[in-house]
């Protein structure tokens, strides 16, 4: 799990080193216009317009470079901790108080759990990455005869973290060290 892992983050890697270059981009542009705001060369009002705009994009792009830096030793306490978690779930839900079974399904279900009233049945459209791979990891549940597939109902896609921007990815990792 951890390879496959450091693998997807290395897309994180190079996101953040893009981040960090159009960071730099952008306050060379902040720069660029409140000199020429200074120099009367553009008007108050297009100065508040577009530096407004770069602030902002700037901010953006800080806070994704903040969610970004994951240092190998946070990857192993990630994954740690998420096996920690996977293994006492159902226990640590019957034992929580409302706000932690709050936070712990936003942990597992990022997306939250949706309940069609038509149909009857329940479904989450997206599972924390690593959570999904756990299953796939621990290999085919119903080779195993004493397995009970009616309590296992959750159908984990057979590609981890296939899909998952890299910025998500470290996003989840991000909520696991965190929780």
Request: with cysteine; glycine share 4%; proline share 2%.
């Amino acid at each position: 799990m951890t390879a496959k892992l450091k693998q997807r983050l290395a897309g994180v890697a190079r996101d953040l080193v893009s981040a960090k270059k159009k960071i730099t981009e952008k306050k060379a542009l902040l720069e660029k216009i409140e000199y020429k705001f200074i120099t009367d060369q553009i008007s108050e009002d297009i100065y508040q317009k577009h530096s407004e705009k770069i602030r902002t994009e700037i901010a953006s792009l800080s806070k994704e470079t903040h969610i970004s830096q994951i240092e190998g030793s946070n990857l192993k306490l990630a994954v740690s901790k998420c096996l920690t978690i996977a293994q006492n779930l159902s226990q640590a839900w019957r034992s929580a108080e409302y706000e932690k079974k709050q936070r712990l399904q936003k942990l597992v279900f990022p997306d939250g759990i949706l309940y069609s009233k038509q149909k009857g049945v329940v479904r989450t459209p997206r599972v924390n990455s690593l959570f999904e791979a756990i299953p796939l990891l621990a290999g085919d549940s119903s080779k195993n005869k004493k397995a009970d597939s009616s309590k296992n109902r959750l159908q984990f896609n057979k590609v981890p973290f296939a899909g998952l921007s890299s910025n998500k990815l470290a996003e989840e990792m991000y909520r696991v060290k965190h929780f």
